[in-house]
């Protein structure tokens, strides 16, 4: 059972624009959500975080946007650069449980 | 300061065989988790260690080990391989246990003939 579905599987986004990946969660004893971020022959490093007592998180040009109600968590990456062609994952955590990831999103900035 | 070392970064082995892998953590990072990481199952945990105990486990079958040292190194050993254990399996420390804010090295890449 997926715990943690992510969507779309592959972006391609123009320079300059907005990117923004989905994520929807089953498990309501998640209490952290964060998002990494993936280069080719690298492990993953983690990019942003949120924790469900707030709506909105913004570090730069990331924002995460939370919505407990209806278990769903986007990232909104602004000004995208080729830069910030990557894959992305997003992730849940609850208790004593290792992070669960979803299945990651291909990004491509074009220029 | 250093990052996570992983080694070795790529292996072969053949069906039957034990692979053990080792990771290195960022100095003072006191727990490694293990991860591993497939095209079709994604990123999937499979341990955490803690001051050289086993902390939780994921789902995956007993053939999966590992162990942490005094010096929060740490190693996994995979026994009687199958095809479906290649992959790049993925280390990741961090400063305490249960965290979700982790700090992964490159990984080893295991294929399996």
């Known amino acids: 059972q997926q715990q943690v579905k992510q969507s779309p599987q592959s972006l391609i986004v123009q320079k300059g624009g907005i990117s923004i990946i989905n994520c929807a969660y089953e498990?309501?004893?998640?209490?952290?959500f964060p998002w990494y971020q993936q280069f080719p022959g690298k492990g993953p490093a983690l990019l942003i975080a949120?924790?469900?007592?707030?709506s909105e998180k913004k570090e730069g040009r990331f924002t995460i946007s939370f919505n407990k109600s209806a278990k769903q968590f986007s990232l909104h990456i602004m000004d995208s650069q080729p830069g910030d062609s990557a894959t992305y994952f997003c992730?849940?955590?609850?208790?004593?449980?290792?992070?669960?990831f979803g299945k990651g999103t291909h990004l491509i900035i074009q220029p | 300061k250093a990052g996570v070392t992983q080694t070795p970064r790529y292996l072969i082995k053949t069906r039957g065989q034990q692979v053990t892998l080792s990771c290195s953590p960022i100095?003072?990072?006191?727990?490694v988790s293990w991860y591993q990481q497939t095209p079709g199952q994604g990123l999937q945990f499979l341990f955490e260690?803690?001051?050289?105990?086993?902390?939780n486990k994921g789902n995956f079958p007993g053939r999966f080990s590992g162990r942490q040292f005094s010096n929060s190194r740490s190693e996994m050993n995979v026994s009687t391989l199958e095809l479906g254990d290649s992959a790049l399996y993925l280390c990741?420390?961090?400063?305490?246990?249960?965290?979700?804010?982790?700090?992964f090295g490159e990984g080893s890449r295991l294929t399996v003939l």
């Open positions: 990741a420390s961090s400063r305490t246990q249960n965290t979700g804010e982790l700090f």
């Open positions: 498990n309501t004893a998640f209490d952290y």
């Open positions: 949120i924790r469900p007592d707030v």
């Open positions: 992730a849940a955590k609850g208790g004593a449980d290792g992070l669960t």
């Open positions: 100095s003072g990072h006191r727990s």
């Open positions: 260690y803690f001051s050289e105990t086993q902390r």
